[in-house]
Each structure stands twice: as C-alpha cells, then as structure tokens.
C-alpha cells in the first residue's frame, strides 16, 4: 500500500508541476529514485505520465481562455496574450519543446491550446502519405 501511495504522489506532484501551478516534482522523483525502493523504470514512467497530462490539461485551459479575455478581471492583459500568440504562431509547433524549460514551459502548452492548429502540423508527412491507388477502368 505505502509502494502504491507513493506512486501516486509521485503521479500528483508531476501532474501539478507541469500545470501552470507554482510546483515542483523533481525533489520527489530523485527521493524515490535515491530511496532504491522502488523501479526506476516505472518512477519515471509515473512522472512522464503525470507531466504529460499536466501538459494537456494546460493545453485544455488554453482552449476555453478565450471567452475571459475580456472581463475586467482577467489575470492576463490582451496586449501579453496576443504577444504570446504572436510567439507561437512564429515558432510553431516547435516551440512547444520548450514546454521542458523552468518557468516558461507551462505557458507555452497553454498559449498552444488559445491558438487553433496551424495548418501545416495537421497535415501528415509525405512519407507517411501512401500514394494514391490507379483505377482500374477498362
């Protein structure tokens, strides 16, 4: 149970620092791992899962963002909003490797949920593209 626990807040805290929340996950990562109680293959797969769904659940809020923007009380001035979009839409789907980085890589998964795809990162390579097949009329 206690091996179960601390998955789980390992799960928790990767999932909270990866959000736009002011947390960190690493000093508990390197106490399990240091620990040697535990599989280092399975604590990091805990917290790349939990820094992934963190991610995506900052990419969720940047989805609905948009309908606040205007209110008053909106923490996020529109000039800094726009700036940020503006950012991205130069960089592009790129710029979310920089999701890793300290202090600016929440905000990045966030700004990329405010902006709809961009149409080149909906599109499939070419190599994954099979070409098309020749009817056979005749």
């Known amino acids: 149970m206690a091996d179960l626990l601390a998955y789980l807040g390992l799960f928790a805290s990767a999932l909270g620092a990866a959000t736009i929340m002011p947390m960190q996950s690493e000093a508990v990562l390197v ?4 620990s040697e109680k ?3 293959f399975w604590l990091i797969l805990v917290a790349s899962l939990g820094n992934v769904l963190g991610a995506f659940a900052n990419w969720l809020l940047g989805r609905g963002i948009e309908r606040f923007r205007d209110p008053p009380w909106f923490p996020i001035k529109p000039a800094a909003l726009e700036r940020a979009q503006a950012w991205y839409q130069r960089f592009g789907k790129w710029s979310l490797l920089g999701s890793w980085l300290p202090v600016v890589g929440d905000p990045i998964t966030l700004v990329a949920g405010v902006l709809p ?3 080149e990162d909906l599109q499939a390579p070419r ?3 099979s070409p098309p ?3 056979r009329t005749g």
């Open 31 to 34: 106490g399990l791992v240091v």
């Open 38 to 40: 535990f599989s280092t």
């Open 117 to 119: 795809a961009l149409p």
């Open 127 to 129: 190599w994954w593209v």
């Open 133 to 135: 097949l020749k009817s």
